[in-house]
């Protein structure tokens, strides 16, 4: 019996990288640099833009390694499949 | 001096997953490249529009919002290739599809039926329907809401108003 065709996930060629960040963060800082704010900039009811604790995590695991990068493209394209077909 | 949020190697580090797993989702699911150099475009236009939206709003900053990042990014590549309904489409749907992979590691789900509408009310801003479409703008912040969003006992809120 023919079993179905795995889906084989392929890491491109045109990674970007930390090198290629820094290059653009260098040439930024002069006009966008993005200040950290400290607790006496924080008001009480501001909403503080930082990446949440899971979503940062599981970012920083798909640079680490490719396998669970694979693997959640892998879940992500037949998530993608089944709204949009 | 005052410390910027780039003199964390983490953020850094999310930057980088942030691109990269848009165009990898883009490349593995649809097979479409977006180039080294297209990828730090992205992040150089992105990262100003970032700058001079947190002056504007006096928003302050810890790390990178990914529902901003992703957003304007997916919506920068969808703009580059609006020419090309086809291929802008799957961009858009890709941009979408990493959005919600973000929210979900939040533990959070939006509606099947939600995600599509999202995709149509983007394509209609872009394609002659703005007064019934969604920007990039709100894009992100459909689902920086949806992450925001808690559950609380409003009774007491819903008494106050009623008073």
Not at chain 1, 47 to 70: A, C, R
């Amino acid at each position: 019996m023919e079993g179905s065709k795995k889906m084989d996930i392929q890491i491109s060629k045109d990674m970007y990288s930390r090198e290629d960040l820094d290059e653009i963060i260098n040439q930024i800082e002069g006009y966008a640099t993005i200040h950290y704010a400290e607790k006496e900039d924080i008001k009480d009811d501001d909403v503080i833009n930082h990446m949440p604790y899971n979503s940062g995590k599981f970012f920083e695991k798909t640079i680490q390694d490719t396998d669970f990068l694979k693997k959640s493209l892998l879940n992500d394209i037949a998530f993608s499949k089944q709204i949009f077909g | 001096m005052r410390k910027s949020i780039f003199d964390s190697e983490v953020t850094k580090d999310h930057i980088i997953g942030l691109i990269n797993y848009l165009c990898e989702f883009l490349y593995n699911c649809y097979q479409v490249e977006v180039p080294k150099e297209i990828r730090g475009d992205v992040v150089d236009k992105v990262l100003a529009h970032y700058k001079l939206h947190i002056d504007t709003y006096n928003v302050p900053v810890n790390g990178i919002d990914p529902y901003k990042f992703l957003s304007w990014s997916g919506l920068y590549l969808y703009e580059l290739t609006i020419h090309n309904e086809e291929l802008s489409d799957l961009i858009l749907k890709s941009t979408i599809i990493s959005m919600n992979r973000t929210l979900v590691e939040e533990g959070r789900i939006l509606p099947k039926l939600f995600l599509q509408k999202i995709f149509n009310m983007v394509k209609s801003e872009y394609r002659g329907k703005d007064s019934l479409g969604l920007g990039k703008n709100g894009l992100y912040l459909t689902f920086r809401s949806a992450s925001l969003c808690q559950f609380e006992d409003t009774k007491h809120l819903i008494q106050s108003m009623k008073k």
